[in-house]
């Protein structure tokens, strides 16, 4: 079963609305008994942002396996690819296996 969690950022809604969000989404992710791994979308071509090192540094306090899509790297050259996720996962101080990119890219 996957649950779809609202994004953190770029959603254009009020900040309230996005501190509901927060609140939710850390009941969920450190309560949730059944809860095995969380996927967390960084935008490989640009890097993981601020806000994605916040929210890995988070997941690394919960019991969830990461795993890291690195989307959007199709925009550039495959030879810059397999280098683009290793800068990722140093990045965000995960195992390269731990970030992935999502078939057909």
């Not at 050259?77 to 195992?95: D, G, N, V, W």
Request: aromatic share 6%; glycine share 6%; proline share 7%.
């Amino acid at each position: 079963m996957f649950c779809d969690l609202p994004g953190y950022g770029f959603a254009k809604v009020p900040r309230h609305e996005r501190e509901s969000w927060q609140a939710m989404i850390d009941d969920y992710l450190t309560h949730r008994q059944l809860l095995r791994a969380v996927v967390s979308i960084v935008d490989g071509e640009i890097g993981p942002t601020g806000d994605d090192l916040e929210m890995i540094n988070f997941l690394q306090t919960t019991r969830a396996r990461i795993l890291v899509a690195a989307t959007k790297l199709d925009r550039i050259p495959k030879a810059r690819r397999k280098p683009q996720l290793l800068s990722i996962a140093q990045k965000l101080e995960l195992p390269l296996e731990a970030v992935v990119l999502p078939k057909g890219s």
